[in-house]
């Protein structure tokens, strides 16, 4: 037997191919046996040798990594809560916007989440294609140029062609980022680093409102412009993911990336490297026509596409991000609402943070059981303020006023906390690493579905049935949500990439054949 050595050879990552002569009295018979000697390259791994192998590893550059990416996930908080912030200047023409009547302003406000969900399915095919780095770079590139557009635009087709366009970005930039923490994060750590990736979307939306209150409405979209910017220049220092280098073949620049991710002396990049390596073979033998028959793609994706579809019918997007600041202006506060309708950023970023310290102490079914439920409880008590203004023939009391302001800020903590801060961390936990790009994007683009529609038919259902009613409906979806969790989401906390792939396998899988 001869070894011959394929590309370059690293001493934990060695490729050798056997070629073995066997021969008959008649035939002689060439046996080529393809073999990896990178230490059983495709055996599982055991999630505690990975974890205690981690402890080495060093935090401060994943740290540096999520400053970075702050700047992207501001913009993204600047972004999705834009229209709500500027509609009221828009309904008045002040500041420099561009008037638009009660039909013209509904179109602007449901194109977005149209646009969103085509940016969404849009990061799939780009994430897979360009890497994780580009695609956040590209999506900056994209909001510098739809900001611009709708700043300058003097009509409205030019500024939906820039709220278009900002929907686009926002669609393809709002995962990548937890897919990316996801494959660079050490095992132990990834709880925490997705809820800094939500938290700083949430500052982002509190500085915005903030904004809003310190400068000129007029400045608004450079403030978005120059944040993009910013990140565009810091992505220099970015890695691309491991994962999707390992995906690629290529192993060598996988390699280099984990252990300056890591440090010179941590011992478990081989481990790491070959942990991926395994489910990707697994998924090869797998042909891309029968993933959508495959019982550990498809369980999890219902999973993901239930809890997600249920953010977009929660309250939180329609109606109080897009229509917020048009409720607190109804309910006659004596300090100007720009100023009194604070609850609405000021609760996400509160959860977030107090979000970061429960996942240290909470397994993540009971974490977002719990979330989910203080949220309905806050729609109740949304509900509440709008029943008591109505009993007192429409004029808002003290009590309602109250009601309206706990009930804001309960339905974004609750959020922040544990139920958006645990629903997007699952897609890194849940599906392969082949399969997460896909199954995040088709799960975002059901919640993107469910709140376009629930936008653009918000004016017709408050008109039929009312806040009360409305506010009930999203308490039963937040409740129904929470039984589903208990019923069907296993727990994901400190496991590998091999145990949470064999959480969805079984003898009688659906995919045979």
């Avoid at 290529?250 to 990049?269: C, F, H, P, S, T």
Wanted: with cysteine; aromatic share 12%.
């Amino acid at each position: 037997a001869r070894t011959v050595h394929l590309g370059p050879v690293h001493p934990q990552t060695e490729w050798t191919t056997s070629l073995c002569h066997s021969r008959s009295e008649s035939t002689d018979t060439l046996v080529i046996s393809t073999q990896q000697t990178f230490s059983n390259m495709f055996i599982m791994q055991d999630s505690d040798s990975i974890l205690s192998l981690q402890q080495d590893a060093r935090i401060w550059v994943l740290v540096f990594n999520s400053v970075i990416l702050f700047f992207h996930n501001a913009v993204i908080g600047f972004n999705s809560y834009y229209a709500g912030i500027t509609l009221p200047y828009h309904k008045t023409g002040e500041y420099g916007y561009i008037p638009l009547t009660e039909e013209e302003s509904s179109w602007y406000l449901s194109l977005h989440p149209l646009s969103i969900l085509i940016g969404s399915v849009m990061s799939n095919p780009a994430g897979e294609m360009l890497g994780r780095k580009k695609v956040l770079v590209l999506t900056n590139v994209i909001t510098m140029v739809s900001f611009t557009l709708m700043n300058y635009a003097r009509g409205l087709p030019l500024l939906l062609t820039g709220r278009l366009l900002s929907g686009l970005a926002l669609g393809m930039g709002i995962l990548i980022p937890f897919v990316h923490m996801s494959e660079i994060s050490i095992i132990r750590l990834k709880p925490v680093l997705a809820t800094c990736m939500n938290l700083s979307i949430g500052v982002g939306v509190l500085m915005f409102y903030m904004f809003n209150m310190i400068v000129s409405p007029s400045f608004l979209p450079y403030i978005v412009i120059i944040f993009s910017f910013i990140f565009i220049v810091a992505a220099i220092f970015l890695p691309e993911s491991p994962h999707w280098l390992i995906r690629q073949g290529d192993i060598e620049r996988a390699e280099n990336v984990l252990r300056a991710l890591r440090g010179d002396n941590y011992k478990g990049v081989e481990h790491e490297i070959k942990e991926v390596l395994s489910i990707v073979k697994q998924e090869a033998n797998i042909q891309t026509r029968s993933r959508w028959r495959n019982r550990a793609f498809l369980y999890p994706l219902g999973i993901l596409v239930t809890l997600f579809s249920s953010i977009g019918l929660s309250g939180m997007d329609a109606p109080l991000n897009l229509y917020g600041p048009r409720m607190f202006s109804e309910f006659g506060f004596e300090i100007p609402y720009k100023y009194i309708m604070l609850p609405i950023p000021a609760g996400a970023v509160l959860g977030f943070i107090v979000s970061a310290g429960l996942v240290h102490f909470l397994d993540k079914r009971i974490h977002c059981i719990w979330a989910g439920l203080e949220m309905a409880a806050s729609c109740g008590i949304l509900g509440l303020a709008y029943l008591t203004k109505e009993l007192n023939g429409g004029v808002p009391t003290a009590l309602s006023q109250i009601y309206l302001c706990v009930g804001s800020l309960g339905l974004t903590f609750g959020y922040g906390a544990g139920y958006g801060a645990v629903i997007y961390s699952l897609p890194g936990d849940l599906l392969s690493p082949q399969d997460k790009t896909t199954g995040i994007s088709v799960a975002h683009t059901c919640r993107m579905l469910w709140t376009a529609g629930l936008v653009k038919l918000y004016p017709y259902l408050l008109d039929v049935f009312g806040y009360p009613v409305m506010f009930g409906f999203h308490s039963l979806i937040l409740v129904a949500s929470a039984i589903f969790i208990y019923r069907f989401l296993p727990e994901t906390k400190n496991k590998s990439l091999s145990e949470l792939q064999n959480l969805f396998v079984r003898s009688d899988s659906i995919d045979s054949a």
